[in-house]
């Protein structure tokens, strides 16, 4: 029997279908809790727990893509989907923190402050134990598996924690100081919509392709003098994400009268090395180095 691997995809779709089964039993409790307080507050927030299972189902369907085979339409893979699916969730965010903001406006604006009972009191504390949990496992895998998505929906959670913990904080506080609900808020959707900023614009770049850092351009010129310690002189790195694999390609310097095996084994010796030791698939360019 073949060995379940928790790998980019896997973890997506776990945490896609833990994220919708969490998100429909919180959905129920919290609704629940606000027919009986009466909380209208109670059950928009409800309504938002239920609204992030588009987020997971996003997850879902990235995860489905992304792990298709390279066909002739896409000859590196189904990868970049993963980034796609986190930059509309990142969307998603930037819409959540709008929310927030206008929330957050209307209650100060006429004043109103959190009045709440103890079964109000119960269930967001579980709303706020369940999505950390939940935001913690999906950064737990964007961590293991480099995975965009995940980091993305990861956020999402914990922006519906975030939402709770205020509703939670107006419920004690509220009644002492009755802006806090809404401050809080406007601090909060600040918050979201910077990660969400973040969040969209790391994708952008891994889609548009972004430049290595230095450290691992460092790194990767070092690996070139293992192989070669001569002036090879490596540039013009380029780096391209495609999700569930990174190629890299960078040009280097051999002397103009070396034969073409020759500078193909070096090559090929020096990309080998750099898939074991980093993962990438390498393409180099050979340049002529003229006698120093």
Excluded at 146 to 154: E, F, R, T
Excluded at 186 to 203: H, L, P, Q
Aim: aromatic share 10%; hydrophobic share 45%; charged share 20%.
């Amino acid at each position: 029997m073949k060995k379940f691997e928790l790998n980019k995809s896997n973890w997506a779709e776990t945490e896609g279908w833990l994220s919708i089964a969490g998100n429909i039993i919180l959905f129920i409790l919290k609704y629940w809790a606000g027919l009986v307080t009466g909380s209208i507050a109670i059950i928009a927030d409800a309504w938002h727990t239920l609204s992030d299972s588009l987020s997971s189902v996003i997850v879902l369907i990235g995860a489905k893509i992304s792990k298709k085979p390279a066909d002739e339409d896409h000859p590196f893979g189904h990868g970049r989907a993963d980034l796609i699916s986190a930059f509309i969730i990142g969307i998603l965010l930037l819409l959540v923190a709008f929310d927030f903001v206008i929330e957050s406006y209307h209650t100060l604006k006429d004043g109103e402050s959190s009045q709440f009972g103890t079964i109000a009191i119960v269930v967001m504390i579980i709303s706020i134990v369940v999505k950390e949990a939940l935001a913690q496992f999906a950064f737990y895998g964007a961590r293991k598996t480099n995975s965009k998505v995940l980091k993305a929906d990861g956020w999402h959670h914990r922006s519906d924690a975030i939402s709770s913990f205020v509703i939670l904080a107006g419920i004690f506080v509220g009644k002492y100081f009755w802006w806090v609900d809404g401050a809080l808020g406007m601090i909060v959707a600040f918050m979201i919509g910077y990660a969400a900023y973040e969040i969209i614009r790391d994708s952008i770049h891994s889609i548009l392709g972004e430049s290595p850092d230095q450290k691992l351009l460092d790194d990767l010129k070092k690996t070139c003098e293992e192989i070669y310690p001569h002036a090879i002189d490596p540039h013009h790195f380029h780096v391209h994400n495609y999700g569930d694999h990174t190629e890299i390609t960078f040009h280097i310097k051999l002397p103009h009268d070396m034969s073409i095996k020759t500078g193909h084994d070096i090559s090929t010796e020096i990309e080998k090395e750099i898939k074991r030791k980093y993962g990438f698939v390498a393409t180099i360019h050979i340049e002529p180095r003229d006698h120093v």
